[in-house]
């Protein structure tokens, strides 16, 4: 009660500051916020909520003025958008913001908070579903936790085909059935393009000269490799879905595919150097041939954990009915 009557009181405190008219004449993608605008706006909303802030701080240390900043403007009726631009951080980060700020004052203070905000996004997440279902061709889940009927089994063709048509969509949802079947079908074309390569310099070319398999060869890894590239657009976008499927920024597709590959080029960079040595001339030296075994060793071993770290997090079961991200992709017969 004491929370809800200071947040009404700051709340009509801020209404009748210049800050406050500077963020209702904002427009997101029209113009951005100058630095003075907001710092002019984060002092403030400090000035103000202050007795807020207190209150919070003392139910927990690790409540700080960043997170004030979120609850005050939340609070306000402001938007995740109007919000980032604020605080000059992206939507995705004030998303996550949220969760900690829900794990910090817990779920009673949050919804004293939260709450008519949270009630407005579910309304218009409410009245996108069926856009979102038209263009998905699912039905979302009507309520959480629904355990009438069955989920509709996702086929191998629709999915592939689904993952081609949203290959630019970075918004939404996808369920693991569609990301887990397009990559089978991007690891099923990589490996027949290994087994191409194979069939034909073995079985076809078996007597040609060096030159000649040389260049089948490296015909068939241009080829294979302007593939993958191809293949990863609609691979990048799914995994994304995916993310936001379990609720989780898609941001961290970043760490999932371009950690490991900076890893790949760092290794590659290393191991160059040793192209102009014979491996007995390395021999000759203990210290040079351990190195680059372990080096080998440690690399392999970084691939196979994220690898595994990898299909541990895209195994999860996404989360029932509508997030902040769509409509549950699930569709659920009967």
Not at 148 to 156: C, D, I, L, N, R
Request: glycine share 8%; with cysteine.
């Amino acid at each position: 009660m004491e929370l809800t009557n200071l947040l009404k009181e700051c709340v009509e405190a801020f209404l009748g500051t210049d800050e406050n008219e500077i963020l209702r004449a904002y427009r997101p993608k029209l113009s951005n916020l100058t630095g003075d605008e907001r710092l002019a706006v984060k002092v403030c909303v400090g000035n103000v909520f202050m007795p807020v802030y207190k209150l919070l701080k003392a139910e927990d240390e690790g409540f700080t003025e960043e997170d004030l900043m979120v609850c005050a403007l939340s609070s306000l009726g402001f938007k995740t958008a109007v919000i980032a631009e604020c605080m000059a951080i992206s939507g995705d980060a004030i998303r996550m913001r949220k969760r900690r700020i829900r794990r910090k004052i817990g779920d009673e203070r949050y919804e004293v908070v939260f709450g008519p905000i949270e009630r407005a996004q579910a309304k218009t997440v409410t009245q996108d579903e069926k856009a979102v279902a038209a263009e998905a061709e699912v039905l979302p889940v009507a309520k959480a936790g629904n355990t009438e009927g069955v989920k509709e089994k996702m086929k191998f063709g629709y999915a592939v085909s689904s993952c081609f048509r949203k290959m630019f969509t970075f918004s939404g949802r996808a369920r693991r059935a569609e990301y887990w079947f397009y990559f089978l079908f991007m690891n099923m074309v990589w490996l027949g393009f290994k087994a191409v390569k194979g069939l034909v310099i073995n079985c076809f070319m078996p007597m040609a000269s060096v030159e000649v398999q040389s260049c089948a060869s490296l015909t068939n890894d241009i080829i294979c490799w302007c593939a993958t590239v191809a293949l990863m657009i609609p691979m990048l976008a799914v995994t994304v879905r995916r993310l936001h499927d379990l609720g989780d920024t898609g941001w961290l597709s970043v760490a999932i595919y371009l950690l490991p590959w900076l890893v790949g080029v760092g290794f590659t960079i290393y191991t160059d150097n040793f192209t102009d040595l014979t491996l007995d001339v390395i021999g000759e030296s203990i210290d040079g041939l351990m190195g680059l075994v372990g080096s080998y060793l440690v690399f392999y071993l970084f691939e196979f954990a994220a690898l595994i770290a990898r299909v541990i997090m895209m195994a999860r079961k996404g989360t029932v009915g509508a997030n902040e991200y769509g409509a549950d992709p699930v569709r659920i017969i009967g």
